[in-house]
């Protein structure tokens, strides 16, 4: 399906403005839509974690500034996802196995956004520190969803934020500023990775060649933090983006 640059920037701008009014950055939409763009494979991963920094960048300044980011806490997760991410990202695929893992990532995804209000009310009424409490749960989760997250270019807070709410780590809020500082950190770290692989000025030239989608994302973002969506609830948004995100899972698995 052939995309225009100029359709591609406006949909990441919407995408950005709605992610970021919650504190995420919205890089498995990007990734869902560059593989509907039918761009090369070996480009989406670095396109989308820039974008995702753009955009988290902002929002984990805000989290900041409010108190929210609980570093104690937050820095088990981060220290072995960090690595991981990088290491993820380093790894070469072949086009179709990165096809097949970019369809499961996203239709796993898909489903999490959808089933985010019941893992919340499952949350609600597991005891709390049940499994965050052992001391390997914060490292190996991070490791984890750092490794898949580095190799098919997305930051992982989608896959990291239902972990946390399901075993009760901290209240939502806490749980949104922990995963944009994941998100962050990650997307930063599978970029380097990336663009290891891919070599610098391969990287390069996605970024000069694709530059209208970085400046909508960073308007998006500003908009998506100052002035949150109120044209539907947080919810439905959700819901509709699980529904990109599987209808594309679904394509890439089918095809």
Not at 227 to 232: D, E, P, R, T, V
């Amino acid at each position: 399906m052939e995309i225009s640059i100029l359709a591609l920037a406006l949909l990441f701008a919407a995408t950005a403005a709605l992610y970021a009014s919650v504190g995420f950055g919205g890089g498995s939409t990007y990734i869902a839509l560059l593989a509907l763009a039918a761009l090369d494979y070996r480009a989406l991963p670095v396109i989308a974690l820039l974008c995702n920094i753009i955009v988290v960048t902002g929002g984990t300044t805000r989290f900041q500034a409010r108190g929210l980011i609980d570093w104690a806490r937050i820095w088990p997760i981060l220290l072995l996802s960090v690595p991981a991410a990088w290491l993820g990202g380093r790894i070469a695929l072949a086009q179709d196995s990165f096809m097949l893992l970019l369809g499961l990532s996203l239709a796993v995804a898909g489903i999490l956004l959808i089933s985010e209000p019941f893992i919340k009310r499952a949350g609600a009424g597991a005891q709390k520190g049940q499994w965050t409490s052992h001391r390997l749960f914060a490292p190996a989760v991070g490791t984890g969803i750092g490794f898949l997250s580095g190799m098919v270019g997305i930051g992982g807070g989608i896959f990291l934020a239902p972990i946390l709410l399901l075993t009760r780590w901290a209240d939502s809020r806490r749980i949104a500023a922990t995963a944009s500082v994941f998100i962050l950190v990650n997307s930063i770290a599978g970029l380097a990775g990336q663009l290891m692989k891919s070599g610098w000025s391969s990287g390069g030239e996605a970024v000069l060649a694709y530059w209208p989608l970085f400046l909508a994302v960073l308007l998006g973002g500003q908009i998506g933090s100052f002035m949150a969506s109120k044209a539907l609830p947080e919810i439905w948004i959700r819901r509709l983006t699980a529904l990109l995100i599987l209808y594309v899972a679904a394509r890439i698995l089918w095809f």
